[in-house]
């Protein structure tokens, strides 16, 4: 699909921070994607504007309902400077299932995608091209009908803005200290778990709060129902390799189906891991720590990429995993990935999408 979006530049660029001191989600490029749905033309008048404020009525259902989503996504520039995204039809499918969820109007995902590259071409010189560095992609929607009422909008804008950011790791992979969560409950079967939604990311904020008060990175969610299976890793999808066998919740409707996560699994299988989308319950996985059957722990996302897991806390037994050091199965997949996302290894898996 080629579509020819409006494009109004800026006249006046920003000042680029210099790449050595990018953070995460702080700077933000000279444009963003905006484009309308209303019921009688659908998606529609697709345009690249100078990157600014939304006046937006103070009705607004958004704001009141919460009815919004969003996707999180980058595009890396290689050593050659190509500039590369990865696996974009996934967060448009995945994008797709959120709004049918929230009763969203789905867009055509070849639309979608044909969105995110041309704002990235428009602003490819923002793509930072220092080692662990890439362009941070947010496509969102919001209902934005003015009332005041519980049921769906009938005007939605599809709207992307992009950030450049520095690398994950500043000073190299390290292991995390994850508490396990009991109090709180991040999702139950029926409810908005295995959507991208900003509800989700705001009901969690209280026990993430809390943990870090404690002197925990991230927290790693039990179900909602028992507290008995594990779950997600904060906002990331989290595995456990014991005796070999490298174990992630199953897609139930509870947890999110992370593109990251399906990368790693795939890229598993292909090598002859044995990998098991299963119930996993935490008595498990302590009982595998304290054997030492508890090989690793690690959370896999976009942002980090693979993020290994050091030290979890439960119940105020706290066990240490690989030595508190990154394991190897978690070095090889984060060296895999981040190497093809950034073409410095073959993209034999036909993941990556050049923004010409």
Known sequence: MIVDF?????????????????????????????????????WHDGRIVPYGPLSMDPATVCFHYAQEMFEGMKAYRTSEGRILLF???MNARRSNRTAERLCIPTMDEDLYVEAVKALVSVDADWVPSRPGTSLYIRPFVIADEAFLGVRP??????????????????????PTKIYVEEKYVRAALGGT??????GNYAASLKAQV????????????LDGVSREF?????????FFVIDG????????????PGITRDSVIRLLEKQGKSVSQRKLSIDEVYDAA?????DEVFATGTAAVISPVGVLCYKDECVEINKGEVGPLARDLYDTLYGIQTGKKPDEMGWTVEVK
């Open 6 to 42: 409006k494009v109004e530049l800026t006249k006046s660029p920003k000042t680029k921070t210099p790449e050595d001191q990018l953070k995460f989600g702080v700077d933000f490029t000279d444009h963003m994607f905006i484009m309308d749905w209303t019921p009688d033309l659908g």
């Open 87 to 89: 696996r974009p039809e």
């Open 153 to 174: 909008s009938n005007h939605y804008k599809f709207i992307i803005i992009l950030s450049p950011v520095g690398p994950y790791y500043a000073g190299g992979m390290k």
């Open 193 to 198: 778990g295995e959507t991208k939604c900003g």
């Open 210 to 221: 809390e943990a870090a008060a404690k002197g925990y990175d991230q927290i790693l969610w």
């Open 230 to 238: 594990v779950e997600e890793i904060g906002t990331s999808n989290a």
């Open 245 to 256: 066998e490298v174990i992630t919740a199953p897609l139930e409707g509870t947890i999110l």
């Open 290 to 294: 304290r054997s030492g059957r508890l």
